[in-house]
């Protein structure tokens, strides 16, 4: 693998760099995912329909890295894309997809300079998971209990173009970034999309870490026909984050608020998001974790067609993120594509086990609830609700080592009545449950 790696970086850096000293500090990471999966009324709530699907997604990820000069290193990422094999539009060699490796990161790394550490070029950014903000391998399609199921899989919001810097002294680390995340033709350039930001954390004590952080995303519209940029948006979040351990409980919490104004609708941003959970370990016949989430972002009160905030009074009222990969449940988050808490109020209860008999393995299970936090009614036959329903996640997890897991799950997501009349735009539509079933193979190097 050394060796495949030491050669893709060689023909992408070749008359550039002597391969002498490319692969001097030569270090290299990686991924290999195979997940196999099938489902069962995934496009509706119907039996009847007999919508039945199973494919089989695989990942790969290829990090290389190496020094470059003093202080200066360089980072390639090769990522094989996550394809469905035997549908007409998964991988053929035609497209360049079953053959071929894409270099989604490619940057340099600063160290130390004016204080600061840099990091330039295309790069991921955020963290897997994270509310507000990810750019990168995403915890979609499936992810469930306290990371004993994640398959990373791409959203196509890959990666961003630009610039990020940190800064630590003590216990306190401030972080930022500026750059593109969407970039237009070349015909028409001046409809980018970028986004800046700025985040402290400070290292209170042990039951308190404290975070807070605003980004504000630009949104550049077509200035051919709309030469005044009259309809460019705007979009801030700001928020506060807190973590720690408090009497043996693990918690976190997120509070964040939008700002703005979005030029073509005349509107300002004006949502809100709230998102709390904590977990508590103990051993007992083994090691149990157990684990509570809450999260509710704001609806639209205003909009009573599709609560997509399009009303009349001046103020989008729903929270929304940057590019969040919050994405609870293996079929509301994964096979369903959810992802974010605009107009979500939504809990869930879980918990893991470690069994004693066998060390490796580790049991898991979460129950969860979504409703709306603001009502909605279809487009065409009024169909209101404000519910959406339940799911329920188990899986198993055998850890053969560090680096290889096999997993193995089963999802069955029950939708409200009114829900489910509401998302077939109908008074007659069925509320049959949605199931999921799968395996994957996981093996870090």
Known sequence: ??????????????????????????????????????????????????????????????????????????VVSAVKCSQQYGRATGETVAAGTADGFLMEQAYLNLKGVLGIDHKLGRQYYGEEGDLIVRYG???????????????????????????????????????AIAAKNAANSVANPNTDQDLVGVVANYDLMEPLKITAFIYEQKNYQDAVALPAHNADKT????????TGKFLGFDYYGILAKNYGHDHGS???????????????????????TFMGEMARGSGDKEDNTMNTAADDNNKNN??????????????????????????????????????????????????????????????????????????????????HNENVALKAYYAAFMPAGKYAKYAADSATAKDDMTTLIGAALSVKF
């Open 235 to 242: 979009m801030d979040v700001v928020g506060v984050k807190g």
């Open 137 to 175: 391998t995403s915890m979609s399609n499936f992810d469930t209990t306290a990371g004993v199921l994640t398959v990373n899989q791409f959203t196509g919001a890959i990666g961003v173009d630009g610039w990020t810097g940190w800064y630590g002294k003590d216990k306190l680390t401030i972080h």
């Open 1 to 74: 693998m050394k060796k495949v790696i030491g050669i893709l970086a060689l023909l992408v850096f070749a008359g550039n760099i002597a391969s002498a000293e490319l692969l001097k500090d030569f270090k290299y990471d990686g991924k290999i995912i195979v997940n196999g999966y099938a489902t069962s009324n995934d496009q509706d709530e119907d039996s009847d329909a007999a919508d039945k699907t199973s494919d089989v997604d695989s990942f790969v990820i290829l990090n290389a890295g190496f020094n470059l000069t003093e202080d200066v290193d360089a």
């Open 266 to 288: 005349d509107q300002n941003y004006t949502g809100t998001g709230f998102l709390a959970g904590a977990k508590y370990d103990i051993e007992l016949v083994g090691k149990w």
């Open 318 to 399: 729903m929270f929304t993120e940057i590019a969040s990969d919050y994405r609870p449940g293996l079929i509301w988050g994964g096979v369903k594509g959810n992802n974010g808490i605009g107009n979500l109020t939504a809990w869930n209860l879980g918990a893991t086990w470690n069994t004693p008999m066998f060390e490796k393995l580790t049991l898991a299970g979460k129950l969860y609830h979504f409703g709306m936090t603001e009502k909605a009614v279809s487009a065409v036959n009024a169909q209101e609700t404000d519910t959406i329903g339940n799911e329920l996640d188990v899986c198993a997890m055998w850890q």
